[in-house]
């Protein structure tokens, strides 16, 4: 079987008092515009898993974070992504998201419960809360 080359993601799960942060991808976004994503990006060369976790978040949220744990990685055939998932918390007194142009149009703090009941939940995402790798925040 040839190797193919594939996107490591990382993402965190900003969360506190049972409520964690989800955006809304932007329309210009190239891939699943509309839909509900955790914060995080694109692992690049010469970074280290928390330094682009912070990097991201700072970038897509407004937020500095502590990162507490990592929660365990996810991968769903036959998409070319694995993304590494963090357990973290906002570092300071902000809890106002400040998004970053053109890549979300909407951030919210939701339960576990309001996140499983909204519509285009990006696949990771949905795939997470089946295999319930967010009831922790329950």
Known sequence: MAESQFWIGIHG????RGRLVVLRRA???PYRPGHWDLPGGHLTLGESFEECLAREAAEETGLAIEIERMLGLYKAPPDPY????FAC???GARRELVLMPGEHVEGR???VEELAR??????????????GMLDYLK
Not at 13 to 16: D, F, K, L, M
Not at 82 to 85: D, E, M, P, S
Request: net charge positive.
């Open 13 to 16: 799960i900003i969360a506190e």
């Open 27 to 29: 329309a210009r976004m």
């Open 82 to 85: 694995v993304q590494a998932l």
């Open 89 to 91: 918390r906002p570092a």
């Open 109 to 111: 703090w939701v339960t």
């Open 118 to 131: 909204l519509s285009d939940v990006i696949p990771y995402l949905e795939g997470m809360l089946r295999r």
